[in-house]
């Protein structure tokens, strides 16, 4: 997960790149025949001093490493976000970053 987070004017900007393969499982293996096994996003978060500040719910939709941005009032540069997303198989990723 690709994160960059800028405060100006008491609004911290967020943009995330997701790196995420997305599928839906609807789509054939173009070799084999075979369904290709759903696996995408279904939430990401993102917390500010322990409170979620944004969250998003994904679904099958969505494309490939999804691009998504947001913005909130409050954080401080040099303040840590921790980012969270975890997918329909289990899987999460955790990032922090450092709003600059």
């Known amino acids: 997960m690709k994160i960059t987070a800028r405060f100006?004017?008491?609004v911290t900007s967020v943009?995330?790149?997701a790196t995420h393969p997305m599928e839906t499982g609807r789509r054939s293996d173009q070799q084999t025949?075979?369904?290709i096994p759903a696996k995408y996003i279904?939430?990401?978060s993102c917390e500010h001093q322990g409170k979620i500040v944004f969250i998003a719910q994904f679904g099958t939709s969505m494309s490939e490493n999804p691009y998504l941005s947001f913005s909130?009032?409050?954080g401080q540069k040099g303040d840590t976000l921790q980012l969270?997303?975890?997918d329909?198989?289990?899987d999460v990723e955790k990032?922090?970053?450092?709003i600059k």
């Open 95 to 98: 990032t922090d970053t450092i």
């Open 88 to 90: 329909n198989t289990g």
């Open 15 to 17: 943009r995330v790149l």
């Open 84 to 86: 969270r997303w975890n």
């Open 8 to 10: 100006k004017n008491e």
């Open 33 to 35: 025949g075979e369904l």
């Open 72 to 74: 909130f009032k409050g």
């Open 42 to 44: 279904q939430e990401l």
